[in-house]
């Protein structure tokens, strides 16, 4: 079964840093995208970029670039999503998610449980 | 401001069709195909509808997708209390970014 796992819920300070991750299983990870979205409370989808894990080839939103780094260590399987100093509006639950496809079309599928990111004073 | 452009809500009794509509542009809709991701209460995104109009497996055939020009439409025939959920588009742009539509929250009466 292909899967996707992520880390648990963090609580932060503002200004701090963190690193989330997302492990997949159950498929040749760096044979495909893993995106990572980002929904704040009861808003929507917003995609935040992609990363190919066989070379680390990353594409983000020009909404995040710079905002958060992107990467992927393929010796484990795991993705990552990483802030280097948390605002109060980073508080969401991210997702990651891996891109499938037909070879034309493009798709997230399937997508990871979620990790809920808290960051207040 | 999302990219793409959905109804924020809708709503259908048990047994009624319920369309969602989905408006983009020439430079996403218009030259990609557009996926659909159900999201239940307190659940993860789920790809219900991709490539305009396929079903993934175990997705129920009461679930259709179609696309036309610079918009598209989720289609849920035969509608049941666990339709209960938010519904998202989204396509890929020129640009290679992804854009997902607002959601549109879906209510069985």
């Known amino acids: 079964e292909v899967q996707l796992v992520q880390s648990g819920a963090e609580v932060k300070k503002p200004g701090e840093s963190l690193k989330i991750s997302c492990k997949g299983s159950?498929?040749?990870?760096?044979?495909?995208?893993i995106g990572w979205v980002r929904q704040m409370p009861g808003k929507g989808l917003e995609w935040m970029g992609i990363?190919?894990?066989?070379?680390?080839?990353?594409r983000y939103s020009p909404s995040f670039q710079g905002q958060v780094t992107i990467s992927a260590d393929k010796s484990i399987s795991t993705a990552y999503l990483q802030w280097s100093s948390l605002k109060a509006s980073d508080t969401a639950m991210y997702y990651c998610?891996?891109?499938?496809?037909?070879?034309?079309?493009?798709?997230?599928?399937?997508w990871g449980q979620g990790t809920l990111v808290t960051v207040s004073s | 401001q999302s990219v793409l452009t959905q109804p924020p809500s809708a709503s259908g009794t048990p047994g009624q069709r319920v369309t969602i509509s989905c408006s983009g542009s020439?430079?996403?809709?218009?030259?990609?195909?557009v996926n659909w991701y159900q999201q239940l209460p307190g659940t993860a995104p789920k790809l219900l509808i991709y490539?305009?109009?396929q079903r993934p497996s175990g997705v129920p055939d009461r679930f259709s997708g179609s696309k036309s020009g610079t918009s598209a439409s989720l289609a849920i025939s035969g509608l049941q209390s666990e339709d209960e959920a938010d519904y998202y588009c989204?396509?890929?742009?020129?640009?290679?970014?992804?854009?997902f539509g607002g959601g549109t929250k879906l209510t069985v009466l």
């Open positions: 998610a891996r891109l499938s496809s037909n070879g034309i079309n493009y798709w997230f599928d399937p």
């Open positions: 159950g498929y040749s990870f760096t044979s495909y995208w």
């Open positions: 990363i190919y894990p066989g070379d680390s080839d990353t």
């Open positions: 020439s430079s996403n809709i218009g030259s990609n195909t």
């Open positions: 490539s305009n109009n």
């Open positions: 989204a396509a890929w742009d020129d640009s290679l970014n992804a854009v």
